[in-house]
């Protein structure tokens, strides 16, 4: 039993804090914690009263209610007492990469330190003469090495303690007094110093040299990116604006997408293949730099001698071609295009609605063209609204002011009263008028994030908690702002909208004709997002606000 519970140990870990489970605790999608880690997690989460495992991200609500494991706390305590004990620990034996004792007989202890006075490498316990014994304190001791016989002279079997200049090799002392007689000789210590000193040269240009190749890819990588965004952005339009032409040129989808991700697969190899070979040329000089790295911490003079030439020769570098950065502008010309197209549409198919308009006899039951949309700032005046929120149905988080037309997001709850019509879970608030025909209001938005809806009285308050956010359910739909980009929902499906926009949000609601339409409000009005479809029910205008978010409804002249 404690050999299976040893084997399984990884089991009994929590996710969190990656140790032993402490008074561990199961979670309803069955994965555990300790009681602290889980509580602490579920304390801090940003929620928007909805709480998630921090392992496979399922979500819960309410908050589950923590309770001990006895069982698995029992199995937790046995693997304590059982598979936790220390083994003894292993001979440390030389194994193939290792540097072997030269003392040892049989089976040889991996040496820990080699002496360059003996030429020879000790475990640990032979290395105890070499720190007892008064003659062998004076030897000096560097790291294990293989290759210490390297230090002596083949010729006179002699430590190798000098350098010649002249010949640019390491020598011995009797090889200085006969075949080196003359010539410019050194120390091993003094030409290392010598040497070290160029060392540092060349790997502060191999780093500059790093730094810029670095530059290099993260340009190419930009490019790269800007193609692949670009690209997708594009899709995306060919996409939204063929639909809204209820795809009468659907055929044509197709062939352009293809040409976009043919030029998009062009364009961005092209970069990527360049990028890849600045990346290899950046990781040779890695590696390079690894390795001067290393002989420089080397203490054999020899050893570092011997290695640096070899080492400290650089190959001329490749520069890539020169790159001039587009951003976004590859394939916008796309969607000029097809805007203009579209707009040549709609004036047709309005012009064709207007007469079909002509032979309906009945005016009460005469529809609502969908394209005869205000198009200025001063057309949406005309259908101004002046809302207000309602306080019986804001969050406890929430706080309003300014008569109840400014609502920020506060950390500490706000004492208000009971309420059926209250978000439990949600930080959001919906208006206190209710909105039918033609209505235009707009939202001064700050912080983070801030969604700003629309939805039926009936929305859910306090049950499931996807029934009751803003554009999760068929009861609703919002535009996500989050700082400068901006996403539509409804019954949980999002579409991204491309774009930097104003803090301002226009909201313009044609509810008998199903249109509600989302602007961005500056020195000029620019659609967002429109919706087209049937609203069965009166609208409220309604906010929700992320942690340190706030948002205003405006006064509007």
């Known amino acids: ?9 990884q089991h009994f870990c929590c996710l969190i804090c990656l140790d032993l489970l402490k008074d561990p605790v199961t979670v309803p999608c069955s994965h555990s914690y300790c009681m602290s880690c889980i509580k602490d997690h579920l304390d801090n989460e940003d929620h928007g009263g909805i709480y998630s495992c921090p392992q496979c991200k399922q979500t ?10 006895n069982m698995l706390a029992f199995v937790v305590e046995a693997l304590k007492n059982t598979g936790l004990q220390a083994a003894p620990a292993d001979l440390c034996y030389a194994g193939p990469e290792d540097v072997a004792c030269d003392v040892c007989s049989g089976k040889k202890l991996k040496a820990v330190k080699s002496c360059l006075q003996c030429f020879a490498s000790y475990c640990e316990e032979h290395l105890k003469t070499h720190y007892e014994v008064a003659p062998l304190k004076k030897h000096k001791l560097v790291e294990a090495s293989a290759k210490i016989q390297e230090n002596i002279c ?17 020598i011995c002392y009797l090889c200085s007094k006969d075949e080196h007689k003359g010539h410019d000789k050194v120390s091993a210590a003094a030409e290392r110093s010598e040497k070290q000193r160029e060392l540092g040269f060349t790997r502060t240009k191999i780093q500059h040299r790093i730094q810029e190749k670095e530059k290099d890819v993260r340009l190419f990588q930009q490019e790269e990116d800007s193609v692949n965004r670009s690209a997708e952005n594009a899709l995306r339009n060919t996409e939204k604006i063929f639909l809204e032409l209820l795809r009468i040129i659907e055929s044509g989808v197709s062939d352009v997408k293809e040409k976009i991700k043919s030029r998009q697969k062009t364009e961005a190899a092209r970069f990527r293949t360049v990028r890849e070979k600045v990346e290899q040329e950046i990781a040779g000089l890695r590696r390079k730099d690894a390795e001067l790295e290393k002989l420089s911490r080397s203490e054999d003079h020899t050893y570092f001698l011997l290695n640096y030439p070899a080492l400290s020769h650089l190959s001329k570098s490749q520069d890539p ?18 805007t203009e197209a579209k707009d040549k549409l709609q004036v047709v198919i309005g012009e064709e609605c207007a007469k079909i308009l002509k032979t309906v006899t009945e005016t009460d039951l005469l529809p609502s063209n969908p394209f005869a949309q205000p198009t200025t700032r001063p057309d949406f ?53 209710s909105l039918t025909g033609r209505c235009y209001w707009e939202v001064e938005r700050s912080g983070k ?17 996807r029934e009751g956010v803003f554009g999760l359910n068929e009861n609703s739909w919002a535009l996500d702002c989050f700082q400068n980009s901006c996403e539509f929902r409804h019954n949980n499906k999002k579409t991204s909208i491309p774009g930097m926009w104003s803090c301002r949000v226009g909201v313009y609601l044609d509810h008998s004709a ?17 919706v087209q479809t049937t609203f069965t029910q009166p609208l409220y205008a309604g906010l929700w606000l992320s942690d340190g978010a706030s948002a205003l409804l405006c006064k509007l002249r």
């Not at 509600?516 to 967002?528: D, P, R």
Request: proline share 3%.
């Open 514 to 530: 199903g249109t509600l339409s989302f602007y961005s409000v500056s020195e000029t009005i620019t659609l967002l997002h429109r």
């Open 60 to 69: 819960f609500t309410p908050r589950p209610v923590l309770m001990k494991n």
């Open 321 to 338: 071609p020169s790159v001039r950065v587009r951003r976004m502008r590859y394939f916008e010309k796309v969607k000029v295009e097809l």
């Open 1 to 9: 039993m404690a050999q299976g519970i040893q084997l399984e140990r």
């Open 154 to 170: 083949s010729r006179h079997q002699e430590a190798m303690k000098m350098f010649c200049r002249t010949d640019q090799r390491c």
């Open 381 to 433: 005046l005309q259908y101004a609204r002046q809302i207000t929120l309602d306080e019986n149905t804001a969050n406890t988080h929430l706080l309003l002011s300014k008569e109840n037309r400014k609502v920020a997001f506060m950390r500490e709850e706000q004492t208000y009263s009971d309420h059926p019509e209250r978000f439990a879970f949600s930080w959001q608030v919906l208006s206190r008028e």
């Open 449 to 465: 994030g801030v969604l700003i809806a629309v939805a039926y009285k009936n929305i859910n308050r306090a049950g499931n908690f």
